[in-house]
């Protein structure tokens, strides 16, 4: 499984992308409205940190409101993907989009027959939304799994994001369910280096390396 960095702050793309672990962006519309920047300055900026997939969400409700946003954004930069809800206009834009050659991720999604349609209608990736779903008590790693075995069972080469991450254990189990990329807040970036049995080794270590 892959990790993308899922945030428009650009400083915490550098920092993610500096260990070397991370190899694609997601923003969303509350990401990038956080950061109080020009939307395709931020755009622009995550696109010569990281060399692979970024991608940026459009606002519009309409097929042809999204295409045209679509059609903008692909402009800045080939690594761009245009992300788009599963709505049915969306999935008209992902179709149209598909046939221009634009890539797309498919946001929003909570079951497994969105994650099927936006598919079929020629999406690069689905975006499963893994946190949100376990807010309301339902379970977001079983969505995962059904889309992976869905996918696999059918050939479909759809990858699929595993999205709204919020602890290491959720990116540990999204990576055994199948998705082929966790996007993950820096902080759980960070969290996912913490052991308390490191911390005391390398206590340990020093300690004993400054009696010698
Ligand atoms: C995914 O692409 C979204 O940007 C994101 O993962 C949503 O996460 P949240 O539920 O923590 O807002």
New binding site residues.
């Given amino acids: 499984m892959k990790l993308f960095i899922?945030t428009a702050n650009t400083q915490e793309i550098r920092d993610a992308a500096s260990i070397g672990v991370i190899c694609g962006v997601?923003t969303?519309p509350?990401?990038v409205a956080k950061e109080g920047r020009d939307f395709s300055d931020v755009i622009q900026e995550i696109a010569e940190i990281v060399d692979g997939p970024i991608?940026a969400e459009v606002m519009a409700d309409d097929c042809n409101g999204m295409i045209a946003e679509a059609r903008t954004l692909s402009k800045i930069h080939p690594n761009i993907v245009i992300k788009i809800p599963v709505t049915q206009e969306g999935l008209k834009a992902v179709h149209q989009l598909a046939k221009e050659g634009i890539r797309t991720n498919v946001?929003l999604i909570f079951s497994p027959s969105q994650a099927l349609l936006a598919a079929r209608a020629g999406a690069s990736f689905v975006?499963p939304?893994v946190?949100?779903l376990n807010d309301i008590s339902n379970d977001g790693i079983t969505l995962i799994k059904t889309i992976a075995d869905i996918f696999s069972l059918h050939n479909i080469k759809t990858e699929i994001i595993a999205?709204?991450i919020?602890d290491p254990q959720s990116v540990v189990a999204c990576a055994k369910a199948g998705a082929h990329i966790a996007?993950l807040p820096y902080k759980v970036i960070q969290a996912m280096f913490v052991h308390p049995l490191t911390d005391a080794g390398i206590q340990k270590f020093k300690k004993d390396w400054n009696k010698k």
């Fill in positions: 899922d997601t969303n509350t990401l991608s946001t975006s939304f946190g949100r999205a709204s919020r996007t």
